[in-house]
């Protein structure tokens, strides 16, 4: 076995000394020599590195140093994404600060990446909760806040009961709450909001121009939502059809179903509600709404939900009729949504259709509809009927000309929503960004002045959300009181903290000024850099972090701050690294330590059934995840990193196998062994034995290969090249010189530590890192020796090698000097000779 523990510790030290990966904004590279390649950083756990970290990190760690040994200038950091609740949650259960704990984790995550030997320049490294970084934070909030894109509202937000703070909508999943999975309900608290809808036209239309995976621009596009549709004013009317006055505007996508159009429905949250009620429906009205206010927004839509309502007692006109149509109540229409009310046109819209049965309302087709709209709505395409001015049309033909009639009688014109909301962006909790702002009684809010930040968070003693909808600072009374900056009154700080993906929404721009005291980044260096030209992570970033970040940078670009309008120009989602577990016939899965394994199958240890191998997800509870340390220390950095790159193609998910690292391991084992045969001097381009000459067919290729391979990050392609060329060399007893350098250079950025190694053993003082990629003649790939099939009478007889292009008398010459030809032709007569270059000789004979 090498050595891999010495030599691995032996040039991370060497690395680390000579600074060997510090990046500097180098004129003498032109702008199409630099690249800026970046990870997601981690958010530093109490559980430390998992498997699927270094995954991504090896994936930009080989391509940075193929891009340098290319003649590039590379930037590749790496931080700490440091607030955050676990942090916190430790700290209520311990009462250790949330610093303490951070920085103790901080520095265990970092010795474990640096066990794996990236390239990164570490003297750009950066952790969010750091004063000196989040005063920056705290001032591209303040800029916000001057452009009017933060403001402050009561309004009723997402509420996690169990982490007492408030959500934004993006971490809510299906009702639960993204981190701890307690349902969300809805409380009404001041909070801090960001106007990102100001940005959804630009957040959807610059997706065009990223190199993004299609799934994740789909889902950005998602939601944000863009709906193209109309908003019609209908007058509101007693039960005598007599008109009060007021108007209730809806928005819709189908205008041109109008003349279905046969009750309205407003939200229980509509502003307009206590006008709208009678005063002999005011009481149901009033319970309905107290019950609505209980629900989810996701139980309101559910589709499988019974639809519950009540009518408000007033009624509406329908603008194309005149007929009266009742305005209802029902939660399944939302407030944050259009003008949160509705015209209903059952016939033709599921849920509509299902309040009507219910509440025995009239449904009126009027699209051409193939099934009994009485009995189930029709919500496919269809030509008008029913319609009067719109009979016989299609749908887009009947929506402009609806939009035509709408707009002439001055009650609906066009109009575009976006299901993006706006961004609630204070949390009650205390680790995290304090909101530079300040509230007087005389002037207002106002902002605290740039030069005093950073706005430090205090240290307190208890960090226990008060659930009352303030944060644990607003117990800190020496630190809330303070002096207004404008009318130097006493006045009161802003006590909510900025959510965890506030760091992760500029990070990239301080790893290249990180230092910088004067700004957030020097804009001569921003320039120099941006915007990043890789980025790789996870998936489940696609609408958090990744369309919050890009808010942030178009506001920035907007302040004339940075100098590209978007900031990841390509993303690579890696797949999950997943684990195997064992599962029973009723389906549930069985932890790894309660099976016993005998002749190839699985028992459970309990009960004796037989269980099946399946896929899962690594988790602590099935005792399945694999331990980055463990696996280092057995087999080697070097070969984790090559594992992780060889399972299969980055973007899918695959199954962890420590039986593939072992494999790995004896591949490195090899190269190890070979490096010890003796070294020729041989000129590989002049001509070589036969033997040798294939030998350089495979080289050649294999620089080939990993050349495009690694160029296109299809790693695990090029190392299976690798592996071709090492089984071919090991049949020699000594290697060309030249030959094996080369190899040792294209297999540096997958193994550094090992070829460090083999590269000082071949006689060079200098890190491969700063040696060219290797090249060869591409002529040498090609085949120069062609088998050609020898057949009599259309029956293969024998088979001889003949250089590329030779002629097709030499071809018959050749075929007839071979036993086959000699066996079948011998003493019959040759009655026609078949000559097809480069494949076979056919010789029909009598
Ligand atoms: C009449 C109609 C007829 C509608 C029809 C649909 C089909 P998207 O495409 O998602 O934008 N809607 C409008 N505001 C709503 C709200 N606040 N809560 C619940 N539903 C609301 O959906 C737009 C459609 O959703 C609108 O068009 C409206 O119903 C409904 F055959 O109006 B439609
Ligand atoms: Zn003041």
């Not at 041109?256 to 509600?273: C, K, N, Q, R, W």
């Not at 120099?528 to 808010?551: I, K, Q, S």
Request: some cysteine; overall charge neutral; glycine content about 6%.
């Amino acid at each position: 076995m090498y050595p891999f523990e010495n030599i691995e510790t032996k040039w991370q030290k060497y690395w680390e000394e000579n600074k060997t990966f510090k990046t500097f904004e180098d004129p003498a590279f032109p702008k199409e020599k630099r690249r800026y390649v970046l990870d997601m950083f981690p958010y530093p756990s109490g559980a430390g590195l998992h498997v699927g970290h270094p995954e991504g990190y090896t994936a930009t760690d080989i391509y940075s140093r193929f891009l340098r040994m290319n003649g590039y200038n590379v930037l590749h950091p790496m931080g700490y994404d440091a607030f955050g609740l676990p942090a916190e949650n430790y700290a209520i259960k311990t009462g250790t600060h949330p610093a303490e704990t951070t920085f103790k984790n901080i520095e265990n995550f970092s010795k474990q990446i640096k066990a794996l030997g990236f390239s990164y320049d570490w003297d750009r490294e950066i952790k969010t909760c750091t004063p000196d970084y989040y005063r920056w934070t705290q001032w591209i909030f303040l800029q916000l806040y001057k452009k009017g894109l933060a403001y402050e509202a009561q309004t009723p937000i997402n509420w996690c009961p169990s982490c007492m703070t408030g959500l934004a909508n993006e971490e809510v999943k299906e009702g639960h709450c993204d981190r701890c999975g307690s349902q969300v309900t809805h409380k009404v608290i001041r909070q801090w909001i960001l106007k990102i809808t100001a940005y959804a036209e630009r957040l959807l239309a610059d997706l065009e121009e990223l190199d993004w995976p299609e799934s994740v621009k789909a889902m950005q596009r998602n939601w944000i939502g863009k709906s193209t549709g109309a908003e019609v004013d209908f007058a509101v009317a007693g039960k005598d059809g007599k008109q009060t006055g007021d108007k209730l505007t809806v928005y819709t996508t189908r205008c041109d179903t109008l003349f279905g159009a046969t009750y309205m429905v407003i939200s229980p949250e509509h502003p307009m509600i206590e006008k709208l009620t009678s005063v002999e429906q005011k009481e149901k009205v009033e319970a309905y709404r107290e019950e609505a206010a209980k629900k989810s927004d996701l139980e309101r839509t559910d589709l499988a939900k019974t639809k519950t309502g009540v009518f408000s007692g007033t009624y509406a006109i329908n603008p194309v009729n005149n007929k009266l149509i009742p305005i209802w109540v029902a939660d399944y229409v939302l407030i944050s949504y259009g003008t949160g009310a509705i015209m209903a046109v059952p016939a033709h819209d599921s849920r509509d259709w299902e309040f009507a049965k219910k509440f025995d309302l009239p449904i009126i087709e009027v699209l051409k509809s193939e099934v009994d709209v009485q009995e189930q709505p029709w919500t496919e395409d269809g030509i008008h009927v029913n319609s009067e001015f719109l009979d016989g049309l299609n749908k887009k033909d009947a929506i402009e000309k609806m939009l035509d009639f709408l707009e002439e009688k001055k009650i609906g014109k066009k109009a575009v929503n976006y299901k993006l909301r706006d961004w609630v962006f204070s949390r009650q909790r205390y680790w995290g960004e304090p909101i530079p702002l300040i509230h007087c009684e005389n002037c207002g809010t106002v902002p605290i002045p740039e030069d005093e930040l950073p706005l430090e968070l205090p240290a307190v003693k208890t960090y226990q959300p008060t659930g009352t909808g303030e944060s644990p600072l607003a117990g800190i009374d020496s630190w809330v009181n303070c002096t207004c900056p404008k009318c130097k009154k006493p006045a009161k700080r802003e006590t909510n903290t900025m959510p965890q993906w506030a760091g992760s929404c500029w990070y990239y721009l301080r790893y290249i000024d990180p230092n910088q005291e004067k700004s957030f980044c020097d804009p001569k260096k921003e320039s120099y850099w941006m915007p990043v030209d890789l980025y790789v992570g996870g998936a489940e970033h696609a609408v958090l972090h990744l369309l919050y970040a890009r808010f942030w940078h178009k506001v920035l670009y907007d302040c004339g701050l940075v100098s590209t309008k978007e900031p990841f120009k390509r993303l690579i989602n890696q797949g999950m690294i997943t684990s195997f577990a064992f599962q029973r016939k009723s389906k549930s899965l069985v932890a790894v330590d309660a099976v016993i394994e005998k002749d190839g199958k699985y028992y459970a240890k309990d009960d004796g059934e037989e269980l099946e191998r399946v896929i899962a997800k690594m988790s602590k509870s099935l005792k399945n995840v694999v331990n980055p340390d463990e696996m280092i220390k057995n087999y080697g950095a070097d070969s984790v990193r090559m594992y992780e790159m060889f399972m299969g193609p980055l973007t899918v998910s695959k199954p962890w196998n420590t039986q593939g690292l072992v494999g790995i391991n004896r591949f490195l084992d090899k190269i190890w062994t070979l490096s010890e045969k003796p070294m020729t001097q041989i000129d590989i381009t002049g001509k070589l034995d036969d033997n040798l000459a294939d030998l350089r067919k495979t080289y050649a290729k294999t620089v080939q290969k990993v050349t495009d391979d690694t160029a296109n990050l299809d790693f695990n392609v090029a190392i299976s090249q690798m592996m071709i060329f090492i089984n071919e060399a090991s049949k020699f007893d000594s290697l060309p010189k030249a030959m094996w350098e080369g190899f040792v250079l294209l297999l540096s950025p997958y193994a550094p530590h090992l070829c460090e190694e083999l590269w000082q053993k071949l006689g060079h003082n200098q890190s491969t890192s700063k040696e060219k990629w290797p090249e060869f003649d591409s002529k040498f790939c090609v085949e120069d020796t062609k088998e050609i099939v020898v057949s009599v009478n259309g029956k293969v007889r024998d088979k001889f090698k003949v250089a590329v292009g030779a002629s097709k008398d030499e071809l018959e010459k050749l075929a007839k000097q071979t036993e086959g030809f000699k066996k079948f032709c011998d003493g019959k007569t040759i009655v026609k000779i078949i000559v097809v270059p480069e494949k076979l000789v056919n010789i029909v004979v009598k």
